[in-house]
């Protein structure tokens, strides 16, 4: 599965048209070792801090 995916952010990445691209100002959240519920905890707290809102 694993294979599977690296093949196809490659081709998502090198494709000529439209090539995938992270977004400047993207927030890129590593979440291998977080359960759904850390997961979804993380964030609503990165969502009340851009709405200003605090945790």
């Given amino acids: 599965m694993l ?3 690296q093949e196809r952010d490659y ?3 090198h494709r000529e048209d439209s090539p995938l691209v992270k977004a400047e ?3 890129e959240i590593d979440n291998s070792h977080l359960s759904k519920k850390e997961q979804f905890e993380l964030v609503m707290e990165l969502v009340n801090e851009e709405l200003g809102e605090g945790s």
Wanted: glycine residues 0%; negative net charge.
């Fill in 25 to 27: 100002d993207a927030i």
């Fill in 11 to 13: 081709i998502d990445t």
């Fill in 3 to 5: 294979q599977n995916v």
